[in-house]
């Protein structure tokens, strides 16, 4: 129990969950051949908030992915075994193990840890041993350092600086949506029953909306923010 002893102790240094992640893999469970890992939270609207990360390709710090994406998504390593799409703590490839972060008796979040190596069912039990203790650590340490900020997509959005979807129109999304397909004003005119000076005036309003310039802009600054 030393290496859990240290752990707790270097927890009182306040990191990140970035730093946390690193020195899982780095340090604490490097003996098990971990060369990833990711924390998140569940919010209260069921959305799955990316707080820290290392050793993954892709960056998803930071992200929120909605709950009717992630449960959905098999492709997304908190869905295996969360959402019910296959049974224990390990993926399929007997390379990732996920973990349960709990507080007051609930499940709010998990702590995903990839292996460089597949473990074989002996393996699988020490490693899930020790890294459940970590797993419980983290639970702790992030319930009273990052508390549910967030409630809902909106929330976050607003947190970030994000413009909230409500702030355009029905008629603008579709307008948005078509900028996005790359259509023209006369393209949208035609297809959606509107003179093309109507277009014309939705399409600054989208502008002043998303703070962009044109429709390139807007385009991907729709995408970005996943409104489209």
Known sequence: MEFMHGFVSWLAHKPTPDEICRALVTDFMKKHGACCARVGRLNKDDSYHYLGQ???????TGKLVPGQIW??????????????????PWTKDKQQV?????????????????????????????TYFDASLFALAVSLYLSLTHPQEFSSEKDLEKEKGIPSVDSLTKRQLNILKGMVDGKTNHDLATQ???????????????YQALAVSDRREAAQRALEYGWI
């Open 71 to 88: 449960r959905e998504n098999k492709e997304i390593e908190v869905n295996q075994i969360a959402a019910g799409h296959q049974p224990g």
């Open 98 to 126: 996920l973990l349960e972060l709990r507080g007051r008796g609930t499940v709010y979040g998990w702590l995903n840890i990839r292996f460089s190596n597949p473990k074989n069912d002996v393996e699988q039990k020490v």
């Open 192 to 206: 959606l029953g509107y003179s093309v000076s109507t277009i014309r005036h939705e399409t600054m309003r989208i």
């Open 54 to 60: 290392y050793g993954f390709d892709v960056n998803e």
